[in-house]
């Protein structure tokens, strides 16, 4: 465009100077009509595709379901070592106890009384005891429990995941099991708590330091007041 401006500047510097040929003005209008033509085009509105706006994630919503799958697979896992736990427990009693039980406990008292016990005696108490702790404790009947609450999880897990539950709705239904949970074991919880943090967030994110030994006897004792300190990563992925 500019060229044909240039050009036509000439001619008219030629005219000024009677130097006007029909051939000039012939060219002289054709570069005037390429001139509009190219100040048309400039000037029309260009059509541009629509754009597609790029938004980041909805990082509420992200954290919250964080949350949500931290506290579902926490319970999981807690459930799942407690039944575990217990069950093993209520088969060694059984094993125990019927291979202790040869003998009669009445047949051990008078016995104990006179001071003459023997092998057979002491198997047919142990046989005893150990079979009045199982049902004390009802060692088979809470395994069947937390059994039931780990797949009550793990259910409501997979009902988020698929979508036929909404966080609300999940929340709920967390508030509910809640309704039917033990008093927790605060170790056995933390440990469970490890598990489900390594699980939603990977290696490097918050872990509670537990001790061998507390690890060792986390299923004999409560411990509700116990303190554990919480080792900090160095960069949690989300």
């Not at 395994?143 to 709920?172: F, N, S």
């Not at 939603?200 to 690890?215: F, H, K, L, M, P």
Request: with cysteine; aromatic share 8%; charged share 25%.
């Amino acid at each position: 465009m500019k060229e044909g401006e240039r050009k036509i500047a000439g001619m008219m510097k030629a005219i000024q100077n009677d130097l006007f040929t029909q051939p000039m003005k012939i060219e002289m209008e054709g570069l005037e009509a390429q001139k509009q033509k190219l100040h048309g085009l400039l000037n029309q509105p260009v059509s541009m595709p629509p754009t597609k706006l790029l938004s980041m994630p909805d990082l509420p919503d992200l954290f919250r379901r964080k949350v949500s799958a931290l506290e579902r697979l926490t319970n999981a896992h807690y459930h799942a070592d407690r039944e575990a736990f217990l069950d093993s427990v209520h088969r060694w009693f059984m094993f125990v106890v019927i291979t202790l039980g040869a003998g009669a406990l009445l047949d051990t008292l008078p016995r104990l009384a006179a001071g003459a016990v023997g092998w057979r005696e002491l198997s047919s108490l142990a046989a005893a005891v150990i079979a009045a702790l199982d049902l004390t404790f009802d060692l088979s009947n809470r395994a069947r429990d937390h059994a039931l609450m780990r797949r009550r999880y793990h259910e409501l897990r997979a009902d988020v995941i698929e979508g036929v539950k909404t966080l609300h709705q999940a929340q709920v239904c967390l508030d509910r099991f809640s309704a039917d949970e033990e008093p927790s074991y605060r170790v056995v919880f933390l440990a469970s708590w490890n598990l489900a943090q390594e699980s939603v967030y990977g290696d490097e994110t918050e872990q509670y330091t537990i001790s061998g030994a507390a690890r060792f006897f986390r299923h004999l004792a409560r411990r509700s007041t116990a303190e554990f300190k919480l080792k900090k990563p160095k960069q949690i992925s989300v």
